[in-house]
């Protein structure tokens, strides 16, 4: 089995009842937008990404989905929660309560 290292703000709950609480560290992607064109519509380039540690052996990092999309394929141990599935778990407002895994770019 993997380590996992959740490098969200949140804990991640799995929908067996797994947690990986925040480890206390928070990856971040930068980004810069084009000026608006006259729809209003403007840009988004994502720029460096900081806080994700190198690759370690048996170790995959949980990050947000923005991050995985900036990373666009290039890491194999880097992670998001498979918040778009059909299997995820809400609450009674709505909100996400758990997730059935993790899906990779």
Avoid at 10 to 19: E, Q, S
């Amino acid at each position: 089995m993997k380590n996992f290292i959740n490098l969200t703000p949140h804990a991640i709950v799995l929908n067996d009842g797994t947690m990986f609480p925040p480890s206390g560290t928070i990856a971040r992607v930068t980004a810069s937008f084009s000026g608006f064109d006259q729809n209003g519509v403007c840009e988004q380039v994502f720029g460096e990404i900081h806080d994700l540690p190198a690759p370690a052996d048996d170790t995959l990092y949980i990050v947000s989905g923005l991050v995985l999309g900036a990373l666009k394929g290039s890491r194999n141990d880097v992670v998001a929660p498979a918040t778009g599935h059909p299997d995820v778990v809400r609450n009674d407002k709505g909100q996400i309560a758990s997730v059935p895994g993790f899906v990779r770019s």
